[in-house]
Nanobody, 129 residues
């Protein structure tokens, strides 16, 4: 299984970016997929998650209303649309996928952490100034 992120970059505050994560060798089932982020000098933390079977989502409070996570099943891609970006959003962003099967309420309730996910991308830098 390989996850490859793209779409990071530098943007001014208030701008937008879209991150994509393409999964190869991964068969979607009752899975939870997520985006984490790691700001300079900080631990990696969750940002958003999505439950593949029904597309229900979870967001941390600081990104609610600004970020949107989605799945394109046909293209095996998980996308994170980020609007109204703030300097505090500066971080390396990682996509993650679990082995499944995962219960829906566990994913959409945000009860997961890093340890839940077996597969990780290499990360993509987002810088907001």
């Amino acid at each position: 299984v390989q996850l490859v992120e793209s779409g990071g970059g530098s943007v001014q505050a208030g701008g937008s970016l879209t991150l994509s994560c393409v999964a190869s060798g991964y068969t979607y089932g009752d899975n939870c997929l997520a985006w984490f982020r790691q700001a300079p000098g900080e631990e990696r933390k969750k940002a958003a998650g999505i439950y593949k079977p029904d597309g229900t989502t979870y967001y941390i409070d600081p990104v609610k209303g600004r970020f949107t996570i989605s799945i394109n099943k046909a293209e095996n891609t998980v996308t994170l649309h980020m609007n109204s970006l703030e300097p505090e959003d500066t971080a390396v962003y990682y996509c993650a996928a679990d082995r499944g099967p995962t219960v829906g309420h566990y994913c959409r309730g945000g009860f997961w952490g890093e340890a839940h996910f077996a597969y990780w991308g290499q990360g993509t830098q987002v810088t907001v100034s």
